[in-house]
């Protein structure tokens, strides 16, 4: 099975980009990982934020393919322990799956129809977080849980 991270736009902050990168490197001993970056939408002064969101959507929507599921990063998502994420990643490993794709939106979140063909909606926390800090939480939470499927030390109950 394939693991991708596909975000909205790139990531600014350095210390972010380098803990990307860090869990990144640390994610290819367990699964063909990759990121994938939607080039970011400025909203400009005509445009309504509904009208980023719908484009933004199209280019996300384009990514699809049909050996995929997608499973967007929400605040409104399921919430879940960093246990039982890993045990959602096992099942889905286990059930034949070509590509799982964990999608990250652009600051004012999805379209509607991006929410329509969505497999899943998953949240982080309660907390809302900036959209470039959640990649980091989100590369950190893959690597958790691929360390618990494996029974290394990494997480401690």
Known sequence: MKLTLLMVGKTDEKYLQEGISRYQMRLKHYIDFRLEIIPDIKKGKNMMVNQQKMKEGELILAKRAPAQEFHLLDEKGKQMT????????????????KELVFVIGGPYGFSDEVYEQANSKISLSKMTFPHQLARLLCMEQFYRAFTIIKGEPYHHD
């Open 82 to 97: 960093s246990r039982q994420f890993a045990t959602f990643l096992q099942k889905k490993m286990a059930s034949g799956i």
